[in-house]
């Protein structure tokens, strides 16, 4: 099993930062992906963004590229997702998501299914 919790969200205007944290606990492994989804109020969860356990390979969705940077530190078993110039459209609940998996194949990392562990999310709200 493994345990996912989020942390660094909350209200911030648009074009402002926010820093958030996924701390996982239980049996990790060396090889695995970490992902960050997200889901707007009566949408469907989206992908956000990916990277694998060594940080050599990271995977973002067209609409956060060059705003959003994905990085770990295994020291500390955490993932963090750097949101820079964010825009209302970003607001969601944020959620951390992890497999034991080597990297997926582009269409597979973007999916829900291809994750098996999820921490309960945290809310990011963007004012404009």
């Known amino acids: 099993q493994v345990q996912l919790v989020e942390s660094g969200g909350g209200l911030v205007q648009a074009g402002g930062s926010l820093r958030l944290s996924c701390a996982a606990s239980?049996?990790?492994?060396?090889?695995?992906?970490t992902g960050w989804f997200r889901q707007a109020p009566g949408k469907e969860r989206e992908f956000v963004a990916a990277?694998?356990?060594?940080?050599?390979?990271?995977y973002y969705v067209e609409s956060v590229k060059g705003r959003f940077t994905i990085s770990r530190d295994n020291a500390k078993n955490t993932v963090t997702l750097q949101m820079n110039s964010l825009k209302p459209e970003d607001t969601a609940v944020y959620y951390c998501?992890?497999?034991?998996?080597?990297?997926?194949?582009?269409?597979?990392?973007?999916?829900?299914?291809?994750?098996?562990?999820w921490g309960q999310g945290t809310q990011v709200t963007v004012s404009s």
């Open positions: 239980g049996r990790t492994f060396s090889i695995s992906v």
């Open positions: 990277i694998n356990y060594s940080g050599t390979m990271t």
């Open positions: 998501a992890y497999d034991h998996t080597g990297w997926p194949a582009t269409g597979k990392i973007r999916l829900v299914d291809t994750y098996t562990y």
